[in-house]
Each structure stands twice: as C-alpha cells, then as structure tokens.
C-alpha cells in the first residue's frame, strides 16, 4: 500500500458458498499480506492501541517484528500478555479497542491489528512454537472456577508466576463460552481453541472436568480440605433469558444457549453426532447480539431461512459491525424495530408462527440507547416453525449460594473490586460472573488483573 | 474417565452400574441425578441416582434401554469406562433436607413406575435409615420388568407390587392400588413421592389430588447442560417457567403442567429413533425407520 492509509483486506470465504459450510468465514493473512499490514504501522513512541487493550498487548513491538518477518519474535511478545491470542485475534471486537486508538485511524484505515495477531499466533501454531515459562514453581496451589476466557487468562498467568494451577470445569470439555457458544465459523474448536488451551496446559496448568462447583464440591471445602490459598471465580454467565411471553414453552422454541451448545458443544452439526438439532425451515432469532448473530448463522448453516428479530434499530445493535455484515452478506433478513408479543402453535404444539408487534424509538432509557415503545394496533403474524431467543444471560446462583460469605450484587452477580477481590479472603472473581454477560476479552482481561491481585495476596500472606 | 466397578443385568432392558466417582460419591443424596457421556462424541444423559457407596466412592446407576445412546452403555462392561460422569446435578429430595422431625410424623407412600423403582429405592432406603418406614407401590409392564424387589422390600413398610398384564402381584395400573389403600384398606397418607413415566405421574396426580394427598414428582424432561445454562428442560409449574436441573428435578406435583410436559418429551422423537436402529442394525437397517429414504 503506497500511501499507507488503505489496510490490507483479508481473504474471505464467498458468502453465497460458506452461507452452506461450517468452516471457518475469514481465511486470515498470508505472510506476505501480514507484512505489508505491519508496514503501515507507524510504531507510535505513546502508543494508543496498548491502552485500548484489556490485556496490554505490547502492540507496536509485535507488530514490528512482523513487518521484519521475526514471527517468532512477534509469538514471543504477545504470549507475555496473551494466553489465547488466535481466539482474540478472531473474536475481540477491535474497532471499539485497540484499532479505535490507531493513528492511522483519523485519516486513513486503522492497523489491523486483530488480523496481525490471529496471523501470528496461527503461524506459531502451524509450526509447533509454545509458549514458554521459565519462573520455578513456587508451590502454592490456586483454583480456578471455569475453564472460559478469564479462567484461562488467570491461570495462564499465574502458571507463568510459578503457581500450581487447577481448573475447575462443569462441562466435560474446556473452553466455556469458546467450545460452546462462538460457532465453529467463527472460532475453529481442534484447530484453534483446542491447541490455545493446550498451550494454556503446557504451562503446567491442570484441568479437571466434570466438576460442578457447590455439587460436586464447594470453594469452603477447596480452601479447607483440598488445600487450595486462593480461588478465582471465573464461572461466566450462564442462564439464559425468556421473554416470558405465551407459547414459549412450545416445541421449536429454543435459548441461543441450547442451540448453539447442541451445535457446537455437541457437534450436532454433524450427521455422525449422537446429539440432535431440531432442523427448521423458517427460523426466526430474537435480540441483536453478538449471540444472535451466531445462532442466525448457525440456523442458515443448517438450512433454514433466518430472520433476526430486534426491538430497536439497527444503530442500536450491540453485536459487532463484522458480524451483523456477515450475517447480511450470507442471507440472513432482518426485522428491526419489532418485538414478538407471542409464540402461536399448531395442533401438535410445535411452533407455528411469531406473533409481534411494531415499535418506535422514544426517550434515551438509562443504557443511553433510545427506549423502543409498542405502536398500538400494529400487530402482526410471521409463520415461523422456530424460535431461537438471545436476549442475554444471567450469572448462574449455583456458587454464591454455596459459599459462606460471597456477597453478590443486586444484579445476581459476584460483588468484586476493580482488582477481582470479592467479600472473601483469598476468593477473586471475574469476567462474566462478575460483569453480567460482556465480551471474551473484558473476561480475559479481568482474568489477567485478578491474576496479579492474587499473587500480591499470596505473597502478602507470607 | 470412570471406571465401571460392577455392571448388573436386571431384565434384557434395565441394567444396572456401579460407576467409580468419588467427587459425586461424596455428596451425592436422594432426588439428585448425574450426566454421563458414553464416549468421546456422546450425548448427554442424564440419570437419576440409584445408590452410592461413600467409602468405596461409587455411584450406582439404573439404565433402561432408550435410544442410541443407552444401548451403547449396555455395550460396555465390567472394567470399562464411561467418558464423563459430571454430577451431583438437581436439588436433592426435601425428605432428605427437611427437619426429620417433622418428616417422621408423616405416613408416606412412594409409587414407583418402571425404571422408577431405581430413584425411589435411595429415598425409602434413607427414610429406613432415619426410622421412618413408608409404603411403596411398584407398577410395571410385566413381571420381568419389576426390579429391586427384594432391596426395597428390605426397606420399605408395606411393600404392593402390580403388573399391567397381572403376570405379577396385582393386575392393573399403581392408580388402583393407591384408591384402593384408600378407599378398601382405609389408610391414611401425608405425602405421596411418585417416580416414573410422566403419563403415570400424570395419573398418579390425578388420583392423589381426590384424596388431598400432597404429591412430589420427580421430572426427566430432555436435558443438555444439566447446570442451568440452557434451558432445554424448561417446564410450567404454577404460574411460572422452571428449569428442572436446578430447581428440580422433583417438584409439587399438584402444580406441574404434565400435558406440555409429555409434548415436550416429543420433540427429538424421529431423530432419536432414526439413531438407533443406526447403531444396531447398521448397514442392515434398509430404511424400516420409514423416515430416511433408504426404502424408497
């Protein structure tokens, strides 16, 4: 790029032909692209983008090793800071952090810094580079609850400090939100988020699965009988939301959480799965998230034609620009400024169509979005024959009601300071169980600060 | 992975297995259940609890041949392993948390369908262990579908055994014998605990409600997650939406919506089956299904 204002664009797979697979949507950058991309970076002496990100990433330095082809180098200084950087590099939301912060952003394209990172880390993959750890271990044990991105994040981290780290994961696959929400298209399960978390065990983090924190064992008994100085809560968001309007429990009514963990957790995608996925025609997805953009994708994958459902325009989407143009480019329609009012059935009680009802934007409500409101009279039926409703999740009560003193706030999540430190001594806790339902890397970045105050807290105990 | 300690063959359909678990083993108690894989690509099945050993660490499971996925575990052996035994899941029974005094002035009956008997017998059992004694009806099919009759007579007060077909005990459904303990005997019931197919806990319902007898049902609607994270086994109880992993699986009969219950269950059908006759008749399987084609 000559005048260095234009990023180079990455390949993509072809909307109409990807609209019928599963694999992955952005092919990424071939070394020579990713060089050229480094090149436009002006390796600013007060760098922005480092601000912009929850991990700081030293950005401008990987960046400069890839412009002079040291990818090597460039693995090196993002795994200091990042434990998963080939799933941030695919699903951070850049434009809003790192790229906002660019530069070359006020005139031009920002750096793609995302794409830059998702090609180093696929390059370390694709030749076998680990990250290294050369602190002793120090043997003071740390549990951390869920194996999502800010479990990882935290015991990445601390593994690297030298601690003896164990994961704690109720599903029998790690990842969380990586294995069971992001679709395949977005976030490649073997080849990706697989091989992160090995990395994340190659630092000698352990991983026990199957275990249900305040089931199978509480955080009391971890500490008191297990061993255990410290805990980091990482537990997520887990309960999905109901409009609670009639006919919801009709069959072919379904949480984004249950269609996207049939899909992906349970590989229902594929004919050989042991798990089924109700096929629908006509599908219609409620909300405007990141998590109904997935689910849309997912449905149109599987066959269906999919209408995104959402109540307020469309500048009021809280999914990711790239993921609402994906989402158009493959097909998917969208009914905006309209709200379901009701889930009508057939005989058989499975769904049949998807009552709803018009709205107007008024007054700013307190998220400082305008507050959508029902047009009388303007009812109408769309026939559908399921519907899939991503209206966000709530953090899962199962551990704060299991251990003695953990205060939560009036939101049902874990109360924790700006350092992740809760109501107990020696108890952190971050990301979605602390946020309510956010992003990967807010979680991640929780993870790495709850990493840090938990050490300061061990060492203080002397 | 969990090694299967002893696996017993009850009838050609019902199995039992003693599954090595400890972190389950430890906690575990009537009315919670656990989630087991079979392998490394299976489903999630979730299966009420049987028993437990808490020195020996094993968790004793109760399996009726179902669909693709219980035939596969039959497949297994002594010695094997299942992939994942995630668990315990659920609240456990309020017999178990309630105050036992006020529990042991009451006169209660179980009334176990089936498969039933198998969650019912940890309850009785505990109950006996506590020095209560309660009555059971057990309904089944047919005679060689009556299993741990001899463990729960063990436990149990009265213990009233009826067959479908009369080839066992009594002839006809648990709903008689309840009426008939009621209205010929003259016995008098607190609390009623029914475990077994929904259209029989439908039933059984139906029948305790003329007789004011509160009712506690244990539900086994489709499951994913089994943790609360995806709702699939969402049911109306009352007036409001519950999930049964976490707010059940036993809830107060008199208020729960079996009718959307049963057409819940429904809802995989074609494929579920259209998977089993994969897994056992293979490449024989010509399309009998009716549903993929191949008879076409």
């Not at chain 1, 609209?19 to 002496?45: I, P, S, W």
């Not at chain 1, 939100?177 to 976030?187: A, D, M, N, S, T």
């Not at chain 1, 709205?359 to 026939?383: K, N, T, Y």
Request: proline fraction near 4%.
């Amino acid at each position: 790029m000559a005048d260095g204002m234009i990023r180079v664009p990455v390949t993509e797979q072809d909307a109409q032909l990807r609209a019928k697979n599963f694999d992955e949507v952005c092919l990424g950058y071939t070394e020579d692209e990713a060089v050229d991309e480094a090149k436009r970076c002006l390796n600013c002496k007060n760098p922005m983008c480092v601000s912009g990100c929850p991990v700081r990433i030293n950005i401008p330095e990987f960046i400069h090793a890839v412009s002079e082809r040291d990818f090597d180098k460039a693995y090196e200084i993002i795994s200091r800071s990042s434990s998963l950087p080939a799933v941030c590099g695919r699903v951070c939301p850049q434009e809003t952090q790192c790229e906002s912060k660019c530069i070359r952003g006020i005139k031009g394209d920002a750096i793609a810094i995302g794409k830059l990172e998702r090609f180093v880390a696929d390059w370390a993959r694709t030749n076998g580079i680990k990250p290294h750890t050369d602190n002793a271990p120090n043997g003071h044990k740390i549990a951390v609850i869920g194996s999502g991105p800010s479990g990882l994040t935290c015991a990445g981290d601390l593994a690297r400090m030298g601690y003896d780290v164990t994961i704690f994961e109720a599903l029998h696959e790690a990842g969380g939100v990586l294995v069971y929400g992001i679709p395949e298209f977005r976030l490649p399960k073997d080849s990706v988020v697989k091989a992160e978390i090995d990395n994340v065990r190659s630092l000698g983090v352990k991983i026990e699965t199957n275990v249900v924190i305040g089931k199978s064992v509480t955080i009391d008994e971890l500490m008191d009988e297990e061993g255990f100085e410290a805990v980091f809560i990482g537990s997520g968001a887990g309960l999905p939301m109901f409009m609670k309007i009639p006919g919801e429990n009709a069959k072919g009514v379904f949480s984004a959480n249950e269609y996207l963990t049939r899909t992906n957790l349970m590989k229902a995608y594929r004919e050989d799965s042991a798990t089924p996925v109700f096929r629908a025609k006509k599908v219609a997805v409620v909300g405007g998230g990141n998590v109904a953009m997935d689910a849309a994708r997912m449905a149109l994958r599987l066959g269906a034609e999919v209408t995104i459902v959402y109540r307020r325009s469309e500048e009021e989407f809280p999914a990711r620009a790239e993921e609402v143009h994906h989402a158009k480019e493959e097909g998917v329609k969208f009914e905006l400024l309209t709200n379901p009012v009701e889930i009508l059935e057939n005989e058989d009680h499975f769904v049949r169509a998807l009552r709803c009802v018009r709205m107007e934007l008024g007054q700013p409500d307190e998220s400082g979005r305008r507050r959508p409101v029902a047009i009388e009279g303007s009812e109408f039926e769309m026939e559908m024959d399921a519907v899939i409703m991503a209206l966000g999740t709530s953090p899962n009560p199962m551990i704060a009601s299991t251990t003695e003193g953990l205060d939560i706030t009036k939101r049902k999540c874990i109360a924790a300071d700006e350092n992740g430190k809760t109501s107990r001594e020696g108890v952190f806790a971050g990301g979605d169980a602390v946020t309510g339902a956010a992003t990967v890397i807010l979680a991640m970045g929780a993870g790495k600060t709850a990493a840090k105050a938990i050490d300061e807290y061990i060492r203080n105990k002397g | 992975m969990y090694l299967i300690r002893k696996k017993t063959v009850l009838n050609p359909t019902i199995f039992m297995m003693d599954i090595v678990a400890p972190r389950v083993a430890r906690y575990c108690q009537p009315g919670q259940f656990v989630i087991v894989r079979v392998d490394a690509d299976g489903e999630r099945i979730p299966l009420t609890i049987c028993d437990y050993d808490r020195d020996e660490g094993t968790v004793t499971i109760a399996v009726q041949t179902m669909g693709a996925s219980t035939y596969k575990l039959m497949d297994l052996n002594e010695g094997d392993h299942v992939h994942d035994f995630a668990g315990p899941l659920g609240r456990p029974s309020d017999l178990v948390t309630d105050d036992i005094g006020e529990v042991r002035k009451k006169k209660i009956l179980f009334v176990a369908g089936g498969l039933g008997t198998a969650p019912v017998y940890p309850q009785v059992k505990w109950l006996h262990e506590h020095g209560i004694e309660a009555d059971v009806i057990v309904g089944a099919k047919t005679k060689d579908l009556v299993i741990l009759e001899d463990e729960m007579r063990a436990v149990c007060g009265n213990l009233y055994i009826t067959t479908d077909d009369g080839s066992y005990g009594r002839k006809g459904l648990v709903t008689e014998v309840i009426s008939d303990l009621v209205e010929k005997e003259g016995k008098h019931y607190d609390l009623c605990v029914s475990i077994g197919p929904t259209i029989m806990m439908k039933f059984c319902v139906l029948t305790t409600k003329k007789y004011n007898i509160p009712t506690i049902v244990s539900m086994n609607p489709i499951m994913v997650g089994g943790t609360g994270m995806c709702g699939a086994c969402r049911l109306t109880v009352g007036d409001e939406v519950k999930f049964a992993c976490i707010d059940g699986p036993e809830f107060d009969g008199f208020l729960v919506n079996f009718d959307e219950a049963i057409e819940r269950m429904k809802l995989y059908r074609t494929e579920e089956g259209r998977a089993l006759l994969e897994y056992r008749e293979g490449t024989t399987h010509h399309g009998g299904c009716g549903n993929c084609g191949g008879d076409r």
